[in-house]
């Protein structure tokens, strides 16, 4: 009896201290970020909102200012970090773009929080590399919720602010259905608030939120557009498939489902509000082996089964959906909506250089354009 | 070697382990623990320390509700609270079996309907139910069935049904327009368990139950019992009526607080750290379930076994899926608990909505079934906690032979609400 008490004793003691150490590894992980040409200036979220000042909200705020007249747009990566693309196709931005007209802010963590942990019961890769040139870039593989470590408990139910809706409980943890945000909520109510409060301080005129989704989920390889950004999103999503060589569709923000971006911001503020989604097979409930190979290739077996039998919003096959095809086309996407914004209000431009496209991130891989910190002055971390 | 090929094999080996841990005198948690660590071996990720650690951890939340709740229905008792109910209930509707049943099964519904927890109907309401329905001559395995059963209709029942939720949101669909879908059947289903498996029993002998109940402290009042779980359900109000401006204290810290007035307002000395002791004592098993499961689960989806399981279930053709939802949904609760809602509960739902179904009546059909699974191994969890709670000593066989028609019922009216979703849009109210 006491044998078998001191096993398992040592066994829930081993556990506890290699468990424990990558948790709190993964919390600590440093991302590199080499600022770009065009990074003119970084700030915190919160200079523009006490509340979350000091938090692990407080995430950086990159701005590349052109100096040009023009309009100005942010780009939410990391709302939802187990969605990597979201995050390095806003990285891309920070370490390759040169605004030359308007100015634009990019958040690379827009909730911090929740790239500190990884799904209960998901069994994510804590971390996952992007191979260069020069070596690799490790970055954290993160959740769709902010940490419990960070906020909890949860509520039996979440009723959200200000519409009432009722949503499932964890969803308080959710950035994207925590919009427009409250002054004395939650950390990721307070960090939405913070951003409507940066939005509206800097006069935003165009908000890209960037996602990605499991293929079972009906929103998928689409724009989602608030209805002061329809024409806007139609005309992109018309000019995706000969431009760029992919098709993204256009949807309609739904305006009895609340909290989420592509609703709250474009009713809370001036700015227009758009969501993109690519698709990541990583996420789909069938998925098979949970690793960091398929997190950055897609391919899987039985995703692809699911596809056969008709239960997918998107294709997929043996060459699955990599993470440069995912990344490419959300740099496209955007690099898209600024060329036809400018087309619409050209009295308010926006143009942006440097960063590469559909094509080029495919034929060149993302690693080749993320920049060897060791050889670079100018270098942060998120 | 395929994926398929590999999640199979992993899978065999899996079941293999568990069958013979169980072969050694294993307990059923040690059981899952090999299973998984096998498992996670067999998938060439070794010891996986990292998994163990996070799938240990993913029922955590629901383990602390277990322990609060238990503590203070616990105290209530020690108390003289619930003897002192049990007689006042039974002076007061010992003569009109139906309306007794109504009003069991109503009090049996609630907090679940508003917690979305089944377990937590079991620990606030199921002990004190279960007292008086053996007074009214129902057996303890007959009385663990009525409580299980209604406590999962409970959590499926509005307004918060976590099934409904998190499939809900899996698939970008407001949780709007459940309320009658889901109510309706909570209430009928409901009433027609008590009925069918408590109608048969004696006329109450209300001098034999006085004379066999224990006795209530002298001091022992209404007022005194009412208030802790006034304590309960004013947090629960509270965070419903203002929930922007009342702190988020979580169902835990409400039922600790409700614990806190049982025992200072009790009659009688408390002790309690001897209570807390015990309730620790009781639930541990429970405990211990949770956490391996958390544990399997966590590496069946690192392995591709739990991708291999959902894939399997939901690529059946549209016939089979609803021959066998009785089955599928059980089972998937069974294993993944309402992880089942995001792996199984999406991909059936775009699947119905694909095939013009109404995704609502649908998902509230599907809802309902699903409870049902919380009485199979390997989890049982409100299964073995309503066993428990009940006092019921006899085989857990049994036990689940008598949910079987009430269960075959509950899992008949869920289909159809499943294949007649369509024609039954109208009560959407949309």
Wanted: hydrophobic content about 50%; charged content about 15%.
């Amino acid at each position: 009896m006491l044998l078998r008490k001191l096993i398992i004793s040592a066994f829930g003691l081993t556990v506890l201290i290699l468990g424990g150490h990558s948790f709190y590894s993964h919390r600590h992980l440093k991302e590199a970020v080499v600022l770009g040409p065009g990074v003119t200036d970084v700030v915190k979220l919160g200079d523009y909102f006490d509340g979350i000042a000091g938090s692990i909200n407080d995430c950086n705020l990159y701005i590349l200012d052109s100096g040009n007249p023009g309009a100005t747009i942010l780009i939410l990566g990391g709302s939802h970090p187990e969605e990597p693309a979201s995050r390095l196709a806003a990285w891309l931005f920070v370490e390759n773009g040169l605004m030359t007209e308007g100015r634009m802010i990019v958040a690379l963590s827009a909730n911090r929080s929740a790239s500190t942990v990884t799904r209960l019961s998901g069994a994510y890769p804590s971390d996952f590399t992007i191979l260069t040139k020069w070596g690799g870039r490790k970055f954290r593989m993160g959740d769709r919720w902010s940490s419990p470590l960070d906020q909890w408990p949860d509520p039996e139910v979440y009723i959200h602010s200000p519409s009432g809706q009722e949503l499932a409980y964890v969803d308080i943890r959710n950035f994207n259905r925590c919009w427009p945000g409250r002054a004395n909520g939650t950390i990721t109510e307070r960090a939405c608030f913070a951003f409507m409060e940066m939005i509206r301080k800097e006069k935003v005129d165009l908000v890209i939120d960037l996602h990605e989704a499991e293929l079972q989920y009906p929103v998928i390889s689409t724009i989602v557009a608030h209805e002061r950004g329809e024409e806007l999103a139609t005309f992109v999503s018309m000019m995706l498939p000969d431009m760029e060589g992919f098709n993204m569709g256009m949807e309609f923000s739904p305006k009895a489902l609340h909290g989420l971006s592509h609703r709250e911001i474009g009713d809370f503020s001036d700015a227009v509000s758009l969501l993109f989604e690519a698709p990541e097979p990583f996420l789909d409930a069938t998925r098979g082996r949970t690793t960091r190979e398929q997190l950055l290739t897609g391919i899987d077996e039985f995703v692809v089964k699911a596809g056969k039998a008709g239960l997918l919003f998107e294709k997929i096959d043996e060459k699955g959906w990599h993470i440069d095809v995912r990344i490419g086309r959300h740099t496209s996407a955007i690099l898209q909506t600024m060329e036809s914004w400018t087309e619409i209000m050209p009295d308010r431009p926006l143009s942006c250089e440097g960063v590469p496209r559909y094509a080029e991130v495919i034929e060149n891989s993302t690693g080749h354009y993320l920049h060897n910190p060791a050889t670079s002055s100018k270098v942060l971390y998120e | 070697m395929s994926m398929t090929a590999a999640a199979t094999i992993i899978l065999g080996i899996m079941v293999a382990i568990y069958i013979i841990a169980k072969y050694f005198k294993l307990s059923t948690e040690l059981a899952m623990l090999a299973a998984a660590l096998s498992g996670s071996m067999a998938g060439g990720t070794w010891l996986a320390p990292r998994h163990i650690a996070e799938g240990a951890s993913t029922y955590l939340d629901i383990n602390l509700i277990f322990i609060s709740a238990t503590l203070f229905m616990n105290i209530l008792k020690a108390a003289g609270g619930v003897a002192f109910v049990v007689r006042a209930i039974l002076k007061r509707f010992h003569k009109t079996r139906i309306t007794m049943l109504m009003l069991l099964a109503l009090l049996l519904l609630v907090p679940g309907a508003l917690t979305g927890a089944g377990s937590v109907t079991v620990l606030i309401t199921g002990g004190l139910v279960a007292v008086v329905l053996s007074f009214m001559g129902i057996t303890k395995v007959r009385i663990a069935a009525i409580v299980f059963i209604i406590a999962g209709l409970s959590a499926a029942a509005p307004p918060v049904s976590l099934w409904a939720m998190m499939t809900a949101a899996g698939v970008n669909m407001p949780y709007v327009g459940f309320f009658l879908p889901l109510l309706i059947p909570c209430i009928l289903l409901a009433l027609t368990t008590i009925f069918i498996l408590g109608w048969k029993g004696e006329r109450i002998n209300l001098e034999k139950a006085f004379a066999e109940l224990p006795p209530a402290p002298e001091k022992m009042n209404w007022i005194r019992v009412i208030i802790p779980f006034l304590v309960f359900g004013f947090l629960v109000f509270m965070g419903r009526q203002w929930p922007h401006t009342t702190p988020i204290v979580g169902l835990p810290l409400m039922f600790l607080l409700a614990a806190l007035a049982a025992y200072l307002l009790s009659p009688v000395k408390i002790e309690i750290y001897k209570i807390s002791r015990e309730t620790i004592k009781q639930l541990l098993p429970l405990i211990g379930t949770l956490t391996c499961v958390g544990i399997l689960v966590q590496m069946m989806t690192l392995t591709g076994v739990r991708g291999l399981l959902a894939v399997t279930a939901v690529t059946l053709p549209v016939v089979v899926v609803f021959g066998f939802l009785w089955v599928l949904l059980p089972i998937s609760e069974a294993v993944l608990m309402y992880g089942a809602a995001p792996v199984i509960g999406v991909p059936l739902v775009l699947l119905f909505n694909n095939i013009g179904l109404d995704p609502i009546i649908a998902l509230a059909g599907m809802s309902v079934i699903w409870p049902l699974g919380d009485a199979i191994p390997p989890t049982a969890i409100i299964g073995r906690l309503t066993v428990d709670v009940v006092g019921f000593k006899g085989s857990y066989g049994t036990f689940l032979k008598t949910c079987l028609v009430p269960g075959l019922i509950i899992a008949l009216v869920g289909t159809a609400m499943v294949v007649f979703s369509a024609r039954l849009g109208f009560l959407t109210g949309l």
